[in-house]
């Protein structure tokens, strides 16, 4: 199976996290978010266990929760002890409602608005991660209206190309995120940054990109931060203590995908990191990386119940599912690639090829194209693998379309961690 906490059970249903995904869809209805506790649990402690063993004490991995943001999961992230990457006022408030410290959270975004700033600041942000000059000198101003001295990381592009695809590339010099390195407005921004009476900069930040592979990226991308701090501390005495290196590594949609084994990953670059730091004679920085996809993908799965069946005789079949582009997006968007389950029968020979469609009016909403399956019936669940991350968290009400429940299962039970919206939601905010 394409992960180890998919099944099969003695009835032949598919299982995930140790239950059965058919019982699943009959008790919390479809289409249904399942995700499995334990595997978001050991894959934070994969990356906690990694920092503790390469990086040291200060060091730490921020969940990027932008993958997939509701209550439960701030909860769970301060249970484990990981920090938080959050992307809007929208995340704040949800980590707040879930008791989690704003302290150990980070707060990124490319345009952070007046009102997200003064509402993070009241709030008790630890850290900004800045994009550009306008906002690095909003920011010292809102903190000086308010007794406050703001910390921040100053977010850089190394020029790094990720080799993913284009639209979730973001550390090249072009990219709309972040003040470029090679063109020289880092050095100015930090010149700058270090006149604002308001603000502590105390690191700097570089995302590379998502779902990335590639060997050495991380590496390449640390040397041009790691020189770049030392140049500053030289030219301006100053230390920095902090470098976030972002979020990235690549996770498995397919069978035929390769494998990030990322304490592998982690160990390499701090290596790397240490032995470089040592060659400029700087002390190394703590270390801080943001993985979103990673901790979440693979702890999700979504539940379909399947409608109309439709062959157009020589051409092609569909397969319509009760959700769709609504709930997941990513193929409409990047053609995403997805591992779908007849969850009734997954072992049973796969004798239909079809396109796994949803029921928006819209033909780009599909699921996933030329699906091998076991010929479905109508009234027959079917399974989406690896949807824990940017399934969730980029869901919409278009056609008006409610959002599905999202269900969590541990090996004793299951629960619902969000609920599924009613028609009544739908027009809450109707006047
Ligand atoms: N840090 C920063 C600054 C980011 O922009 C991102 C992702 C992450 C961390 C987390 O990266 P991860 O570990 O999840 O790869 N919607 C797209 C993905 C967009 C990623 C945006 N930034 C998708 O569905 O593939």
Redesign the pocket.
Known sequence: MLSSNLTIGENGHLYFGGHDTVELAKQYGTPLYVMDEVRIRENMRMYLDAFKTHFGEGSKPLY?S??NSFKRIYEIAKEEGMGI?VVSSGEVYTAMKAGFDLGDAYF?SNNKTDEDIAFAIDNGIGYFVVDNREELDMIDQIAGQKGKKQAILLRLTPGVDPHTYEA?A?GKVDSKFGTAIETGQAREMVRHTLTLPNIDLVGFHC?VG??VFGEDIYERASEIMLKFMHECEQEFSVKFEKLDM????GVRYLDGDGYVDIPEAIGRVAKHMKAYCEHLGMDMPKIFM?????IVADAGLTLYTVGTIKKITGYKNYVSIDGGMTDNP?YAL?E?KYTVYHANKPEAEKDLIADVVGRCCESGDIIQPNVALPEPKRGDILAVCTTG??NYS?ASNYNRVARPAMVMVTPETSYVAVRRESLEDIVRNDV
């Open positions: 990027a932008k993958a990457d990124h979730i973001t995302h998502s779902q972002g979020g990235g590594y943001e993985p979103g996809r990673s990513r990047y995403a991350a940017y980029m």
